[in-house]
Protein backbone atom coordinates (compact mmCIF):
# COMPACT_ATOMS: atom_id res chain seq x y z
CA UNK A 1 0.00 0.00 0.00
CA UNK A 2 1.42 3.18 -0.67
CA UNK A 3 2.07 6.22 2.00
CA UNK A 4 -0.68 7.94 2.75
CA UNK A 5 1.27 11.42 4.39
CA UNK A 6 0.81 14.05 2.64
CA UNK A 7 -2.18 13.06 0.20
CA UNK A 8 -4.89 15.71 -0.33
CA UNK A 9 -8.00 15.10 0.01
CA UNK A 10 -11.52 16.46 -1.59
CA UNK A 11 -14.32 14.84 0.92
CA UNK A 12 -17.92 14.94 0.35
CA UNK A 13 -18.14 15.45 -3.42
CA UNK A 14 -21.49 14.46 -3.90
CA UNK A 15 -22.42 16.88 -6.71
CA UNK A 16 -21.49 18.05 -10.11
CA UNK A 17 -20.15 21.52 -8.52
CA UNK A 18 -18.57 19.82 -6.21
CA UNK A 19 -17.18 17.06 -8.35
CA UNK A 20 -16.40 20.10 -10.97
CA UNK A 21 -14.23 21.91 -8.15
CA UNK A 22 -12.48 19.22 -6.53
CA UNK A 23 -10.94 18.12 -10.32
CA UNK A 24 -10.01 21.68 -10.96
CA UNK A 25 -7.78 21.41 -7.37
CA UNK A 26 -4.59 19.43 -7.04
CA UNK A 27 -6.53 16.70 -4.90
CA UNK A 28 -4.67 13.11 -4.91
CA UNK A 29 -8.23 11.47 -3.92
CA UNK A 30 -11.65 12.20 -4.06
CA UNK A 31 -13.99 10.69 -1.21
CA UNK A 32 -18.12 10.56 -2.20
CA UNK A 33 -20.97 9.09 -0.48
CA UNK A 34 -22.76 6.10 -2.46
CA UNK A 35 -26.35 5.56 -1.86
CA UNK A 36 -29.21 4.32 -3.72
CA UNK A 37 -31.36 7.05 -4.84
CA UNK A 38 -33.13 9.64 -7.49
CA UNK A 39 -31.49 11.57 -9.88
CA UNK A 40 -32.62 15.08 -10.62
CA UNK A 41 -34.36 17.30 -8.28
CA UNK A 42 -38.21 18.59 -8.13
CA UNK A 43 -36.71 22.46 -9.05
CA UNK A 44 -38.72 23.41 -6.22
CA UNK A 45 -35.67 23.54 -3.76
CA UNK A 46 -34.24 21.38 -1.03
CA UNK A 47 -37.08 20.77 1.19
CA UNK A 48 -39.56 19.65 -1.56
CA UNK A 49 -36.78 17.55 -2.95
CA UNK A 50 -36.51 16.24 0.58
CA UNK A 51 -39.92 15.52 1.03
CA UNK A 52 -40.30 13.97 -2.84
CA UNK A 53 -37.50 11.85 -2.62
CA UNK A 54 -37.22 10.76 0.70
CA UNK A 55 -40.68 10.50 2.16
CA UNK A 56 -42.78 9.91 -0.89
CA UNK A 57 -40.88 6.96 -2.00
CA UNK A 58 -41.58 5.03 1.83
CA UNK A 59 -45.37 5.95 1.04
CA UNK A 60 -45.69 5.60 -2.50
CA UNK A 61 -43.13 3.05 -4.01
CA UNK A 62 -41.95 3.66 -7.93
CA UNK A 63 -43.54 7.33 -7.74
CA UNK A 64 -40.09 9.03 -7.74
CA UNK A 65 -39.11 6.93 -10.93
CA UNK A 66 -36.35 4.50 -10.83
CA UNK A 67 -33.70 4.30 -7.69
CA UNK A 68 -30.07 4.22 -8.83
CA UNK A 69 -26.40 4.35 -7.22
CA UNK A 70 -25.92 8.02 -6.55
CA UNK A 71 -23.43 10.50 -4.99
CA UNK A 72 -25.46 11.35 -1.89
CA UNK A 73 -25.54 11.79 2.09
CA UNK A 74 -28.34 10.87 4.39
CA UNK A 75 -30.96 11.85 4.68
CA UNK A 76 -31.11 13.30 1.23
CA UNK A 77 -32.25 10.39 -1.64
CA UNK A 78 -31.37 12.39 -4.66
CA UNK A 79 -28.76 14.35 -6.00
CA UNK A 80 -27.75 15.63 -9.66
CA UNK A 81 -24.71 13.31 -10.04
CA UNK A 82 -25.10 9.47 -10.46
CA UNK A 83 -22.29 6.82 -9.84
CA UNK A 84 -22.03 6.07 -13.18
CA UNK A 85 -21.32 10.10 -14.15
CA UNK A 86 -19.19 10.54 -11.18
CA UNK A 87 -16.76 7.86 -12.22
CA UNK A 88 -16.65 8.83 -15.96
CA UNK A 89 -16.06 12.32 -15.13
CA UNK A 90 -13.12 11.37 -13.00
CA UNK A 91 -11.77 8.95 -15.55
CA UNK A 92 -12.19 11.47 -18.27
CA UNK A 93 -10.12 13.90 -15.93
CA UNK A 94 -7.06 11.10 -15.18
CA UNK A 95 -7.30 10.70 -18.70
CA UNK A 96 -6.08 13.73 -19.64
CA UNK A 97 -3.63 14.08 -17.15
CA UNK A 98 -0.51 14.02 -19.06
CA UNK A 99 2.77 13.55 -16.21
CA UNK A 100 0.37 14.09 -13.30
CA UNK A 101 -0.67 11.99 -10.39
CA UNK A 102 -4.08 10.48 -11.45
CA UNK A 103 -6.53 11.56 -9.29
CA UNK A 104 -8.15 8.38 -7.07
CA UNK A 105 -11.68 7.93 -5.23
CA UNK A 106 -12.53 6.53 -1.99
CA UNK A 107 -16.22 5.45 -2.01
CA UNK A 108 -17.91 5.75 1.33
CA UNK A 109 -21.17 3.33 0.87
CA UNK A 110 -24.02 4.69 3.35
CA UNK A 111 -26.15 2.78 1.98
CA UNK A 112 -26.04 -1.87 2.07
CA UNK A 113 -28.36 -1.64 -0.88
CA UNK A 114 -26.29 0.24 -2.77
CA UNK A 115 -23.03 -2.01 -2.81
CA UNK A 116 -23.38 -4.75 -5.58
CA UNK A 117 -25.51 -2.39 -8.40
CA UNK A 118 -22.59 0.04 -7.32
CA UNK A 119 -19.81 -2.63 -6.91
CA UNK A 120 -20.93 -3.42 -11.02
CA UNK A 121 -20.96 0.12 -12.09
CA UNK A 122 -17.54 0.67 -10.91
CA UNK A 123 -16.02 -2.85 -12.38
CA UNK A 124 -17.67 -0.89 -16.14
CA UNK A 125 -16.67 2.16 -15.57
CA UNK A 126 -13.26 2.49 -13.16
CA UNK A 127 -10.12 1.64 -14.64
CA UNK A 128 -8.41 -1.81 -12.79
CA UNK A 129 -5.26 -0.89 -10.46
CA UNK A 130 -2.14 -1.40 -12.59
CA UNK A 131 0.96 0.42 -12.51
CA UNK A 132 -1.03 3.18 -14.62
CA UNK A 133 -4.29 2.87 -13.55
CA UNK A 134 -5.61 5.36 -10.20
CA UNK A 135 -6.28 3.78 -6.58
CA UNK A 136 -9.85 2.44 -5.67
CA UNK A 137 -10.58 2.74 -1.76
CA UNK A 138 -13.98 0.72 -0.66
CA UNK A 139 -15.50 2.20 2.96
CA UNK A 140 -18.69 1.29 5.05
CA UNK A 141 -19.55 1.40 8.41
CA UNK A 142 -19.02 -2.48 9.12
CA UNK A 143 -18.65 -2.35 12.87
CA UNK A 144 -21.20 -0.85 15.72
CA UNK A 145 -19.13 1.76 17.86
CA UNK A 146 -19.32 2.69 20.94
CA UNK A 147 -23.13 3.45 22.08
CA UNK A 148 -23.79 3.79 18.36
CA UNK A 149 -26.53 2.25 16.39
CA UNK A 150 -25.88 -1.06 14.27
CA UNK A 151 -24.69 -0.85 11.08
CA UNK A 152 -26.85 -1.43 7.82
CA UNK A 153 -23.85 -3.78 6.78
CA UNK A 154 -22.72 -6.96 7.36
CA UNK A 155 -19.44 -6.68 7.71
CA UNK A 156 -18.39 -10.40 6.32
CA UNK A 157 -20.73 -10.11 3.23
CA UNK A 158 -18.81 -6.29 2.32
CA UNK A 159 -15.18 -7.51 2.93
CA UNK A 160 -16.17 -10.40 0.39
CA UNK A 161 -18.43 -8.38 -2.12
CA UNK A 162 -15.40 -5.90 -2.12
CA UNK A 163 -12.62 -8.30 -2.56
CA UNK A 164 -13.80 -10.72 -5.42
CA UNK A 165 -14.44 -7.59 -7.39
CA UNK A 166 -11.55 -5.50 -6.76
CA UNK A 167 -8.65 -7.53 -4.85
CA UNK A 168 -5.97 -4.67 -5.42
CA UNK A 169 -8.68 -2.15 -3.82
CA UNK A 170 -7.63 -0.68 -0.34
CA UNK A 171 -10.60 -1.82 1.51
CA UNK A 172 -11.94 1.09 4.59
CA UNK A 173 -13.80 -1.08 7.22
CA UNK A 174 -15.47 1.86 9.68
CA UNK A 175 -17.62 2.06 12.29
CA UNK A 176 -20.90 3.64 13.38
CA UNK A 177 -20.79 6.69 15.49
CA UNK A 178 -22.84 8.79 18.05
CA UNK A 179 -24.02 11.63 15.97
CA UNK A 180 -25.09 14.48 17.90
CA UNK A 181 -26.43 16.71 15.18
CA UNK A 182 -29.17 13.74 15.23
CA UNK A 183 -30.46 15.26 18.00
CA UNK A 184 -31.50 18.34 15.93
CA UNK A 185 -32.67 16.12 12.95
CA UNK A 186 -35.23 19.12 12.15
CA UNK A 187 -32.93 22.05 12.58
CA UNK A 188 -30.84 19.99 10.30
CA UNK A 189 -33.67 20.04 7.29
CA UNK A 190 -33.92 23.77 7.95
CA UNK A 191 -30.34 24.32 6.69
CA UNK A 192 -29.72 24.31 2.96
CA UNK A 193 -26.40 22.90 3.74
CA UNK A 194 -26.68 19.76 5.79
CA UNK A 195 -23.62 18.89 8.28
CA UNK A 196 -20.69 17.14 6.12
CA UNK A 197 -18.64 14.78 8.20
Known amino acids: MPRTTGI?????????KLLDEALTRPVDMIEADVMIGFKGSTGYGWLVDYFYYVLVPQLLPGL??????????PPMRNSDLSLDEFLARVAKHNRAIKGRRKVGIKLDFKDALALSPALKKVAAGWPRKDSNSQLLWLNADVLPGPGAKQPSFDARAFLEKCLAAFPSATLSPGWTWVQIYTLFAPLRLISPHPTRR
Open 8 to 16: SWGHAVNSK
Open 64 to 73: AGAAIPIMSH
